[in-house]
C-alpha cells in the first residue's frame, strides 16, 4: 500500500514507471489526480452524456498503452488526447444514431405524403408543373446556379467551385435568380395562389361535425 503523502509527492511520469514494474495499484494515483480535469473535458464534448463511462474507457485505453508513452509532453497531456478521443468517438456514434433515427422518422414522413388523397396529388404535379416551367424560361446562368443550389443542394461554395465563379457572384446571381422565379410563379399562378394550403373536405368536414356536436348534442 501507499500513503497519501507518498502519493501527492510522486509524480506522473514516476507512477507511470512504477506501474509498469508491476505495481498496478498505484494506477489509482492517476485517476484520482485527474478525474476533475477529465470530466470537464469530456463533460464539455458530451454535455451530460455518458461521461463516467467514456472516462472509465479512457483510463483503460491509457493503462493498456502505458508502454506507449515516451514522455514527449506532460503525462497529462498524453492522457488528455487519449480521453479527447474517446469522447469525440462517442459524440460520433450518438449524433450517427441521431441521424439514423431522423432518417427513419423522415422516411415514414415521405411515406405518409405518398398516401395523400388525389386532391393534393392533383396539386402537387400541377405545382410542380409551374415551378418547372418557370424554371426553363429563366436564363441559364440563373437556371444553373438555382438548380446547383437550391435543387441539388450544394453550398454557396461548392456551387461557385463547380460554375468556376466567386463566391461573391454566386451570391448575387442565386438572388436575382430567386427573385426571378418568385416573379414567374406569381404570374403563371395567377388565382392559384388564392388555392395555396387547401383545407380539404374531410378534414372541413370533420371540423364542422365536431363544432354541431358540441352545440348540438343529438346531432350524431
Known amino acids: 500500500m501507499f500513503s497519501a ?32 480535469r477529465l470530466y470537464r473535458t469530456v463533460r464539455a464534448i458530451l454535455g451530460n452524456d455518458d461521461v463516467e463511462d467514456v472516462m472509465q474507457e479512457a483510463y483503460l485505453q491509457a493503462y ?24 469525440l468517438g462517442r459524440r ?24 395523400t388523397g388525389p386532391e393534393k396529388q392533383t396539386f402537387n404535379v400541377e405545382l410542380r408543373r409551374i415551378l418547372e416551367s418557370a424554371i426553363d424560361r429563366m436564363p441559364a446562368r440563373y437556371r444553373t446556379v438555382l438548380i446547383l443550389r437550391d435543387v441539388q443542394g450544394l453550398s454557396t461554395a461548392e456551387t461557385a467551385e463547380s460554375l468556376r465563379m466567386t463566391v461573391e457572384a454566386t451570391k448575387v446571381c442565386l438572388h436575382r435568380a ?10 403563371q399562378m395567377g388565382g392559384a395562389v388564392g388555392e ?25
Open 5 to 36: 503523502t507518498a502519493a501527492q509527492q510522486m509524480t506522473d511520469e514516476e507512477v507511470v514507471r512504477r506501474v509498469l514494474q508491476g505495481e498496478t495499484a498505484l494506477y489509482e494515483i492517476i485517476m484520482r489526480r485527474h478525474n476533475e
Open 64 to 87: 493498456r498503452r502505458l508502454d506507449q508513452f515516451r514522455g514527449d509532453s506532460a503525462f497529462l497531456t498524453w492522457l488528455t488526447r487519449i480521453v479527447i478521443r474517446q469522447a
Open 92 to 115: 460520433r456514434r450518438l449524433q450517427s444514431k441521431k441521424e439514423q433515427l431522423e432518417t427513419e422518422q423522415e422516411m415514414t414522413s415521405r411515406a405518409d405524403e405518398h398516401t
Open 178 to 187: 430567386r427573385r426571378r422565379l418568385r416573379s414567374l410563379v406569381t404570374k
Open 196 to 220: 395555396l394550403f387547401p383545407f380539404y373536405a374531410p378534414r372541413c368536414d370533420a371540423v364542422v361535425h365536431g363544432v354541431l356536436s358540441r352545440m348540438l348534442p343529438g346531432v350524431n
